[in-house]
C-alpha cells in the first residue's frame, strides 16, 4: 500500500544512526530538481522545465533504488548506511530524504517496486479458469524469467537473511507480497480440489508447498551452487511431478 507508515525497526543499531538530526543535516545538500518536485514547481516556472526536473528527480529516484539494493545485497541492510547508499548512487545523503524517510522506507519501497509487478502476474496467472498444472508451470517459467534470473532473487534472500533480526521488514514482505500470492493461491487450490484435478487435500491445506521449492532454490543458489549446481527449472517441474502426478494432462 503506497501510503502505508512504514514501521520502526526496534533493536536495529544501523537505523538509529539515521537520526533527525542527521536528516536536517544532510538535507540542504539534496539537487535542487528534487527538491522542485518534492515541494511542487515554483510559481511562474513553465510545465516544459518543470517535466524535465520531473524525470531527472524520478532517474535520481530509480538510482538510489538500484544503489540501495547493491548496497544492502553486500553489506546487509544492518549495516549499510544512507552514506553508502548515496555513494553508490552518486548523489548528496539529502537527495535520499527527499525521496524515502530512513533506511526502512527506503528496503520497503524496494520491495514494492521489484516485486510488485511479478505478484501481479501470478495473481492474474492464478486466477484464470484454467487447470492447475497449467497454472503451475507457468509459475515456474516466471519464476525463472522474472524473478531466478534477475536482481529480484537478491530481494528475496535478503528478507530471509535479515527478517528475523528485523521483523518489521518481514511483515511488510508477507503484507505486501506472500498475503497477495496465498490469497489467490488458495481460490486456485480450492477451484483444482473442485475439478477433481488433486490428488489429495494436501496442498489446499498447505498452500506453501506449491512455493517451497523456490525458497530452496534461492537459498541453495546463495549457499552452496559453486559446490552442487542445481537444474532449478528442473527441480520446480519434479517438484509439480511429485505433487500433481507426472501423467496429468498440463
Do not use: C
Not at 177 to 185: N, P, T, Y
Not at 214 to 242: G, Q, T, Y
Amino acid at each position: 500500500m503506497a501510503n502505508t507508515r512504514a514501521a520502526r525497526l526496534p533493536n536495529a543499531k544501523a537505523a538509529k544512526r539515521e537520526s533527525g538530526a542527521a536528516r536536517a543535516q544532510a538535507a540542504p545538500q539534496a539537487s535542487a530538481a528534487d527538491a522542485v518536485v518534492a515541494a511542487g514547481a515554483p510559481r511562474g516556472s513553465s510545465p516544459a522545465r518543470g517535466g524535465v526536473r520531473a524525470q531527472k528527480a524520478a532517474e535520481r529516484r530509480e538510482a538510489i533504488l538500484a544503489a540501495a539494493l547493491d548496497a544492502f545485497s553486500a553489506q546487509g541492510f544492518a549495516a549499510t548506511r544512507l552514506d553508502d547508499v548515496a555513494r553508490r548512487a552518486g548523489v548528496a545523503k539529502g537527495t535520499i530524504y527527499l525521496h524515502f524517510r530512513d533506511k526502512e522506507t527506503l528496503f520497503q519501497e524496494i520491495i514494492r517496486s521489484v516485486l510488485s509487478p511479478v505478484v501481479a502476474t501470478l495473481e492474474s496467472a492464478m486466477l484464470a479458469d484454467v487447470p492447475m498444472r497449467a497454472v503451475a508451470n507457468q509459475f515456474v517459467e516466471v519464476f525463472m524469467r522474472e524473478i531466478y534470473g534477475t536482481r529480484r532473487k537478491d530481494v528475496i534472500r535478503l528478507i530471509l537473511s535479515e527478517g528475523p533480526r528485523f521483523p518489521a521488514i518481514a511483515e511488510f514482505y508477507y503484507r505486501e507480497v506472500l498475503s497477495r500470492v496465498f490469497a489467490a493461491l488458495r481460490v486456485l487450490t480450492r477451484r483444482a480440489a473442485e475439478r477433481g484435478e488433486l490428488a489429495s487435500d494436501a496442498v489446499v491445506r498447505f498452500p506453501q508447498l506449491v512455493g517451497a521449492p523456490v525458497v530452496l532454490a534461492i537459498v541453495w543458489n546463495a549457499l552452496f551452487e559453486r559446490f552442487e549446481p542445481l537444474d532449478v527449472r528442473a527441480f520446480l517441474h519434479a517438484h509439480l511431478d511429485v505433487l500433481f502426478g507426472k501423467g496429468r494432462a498440463a
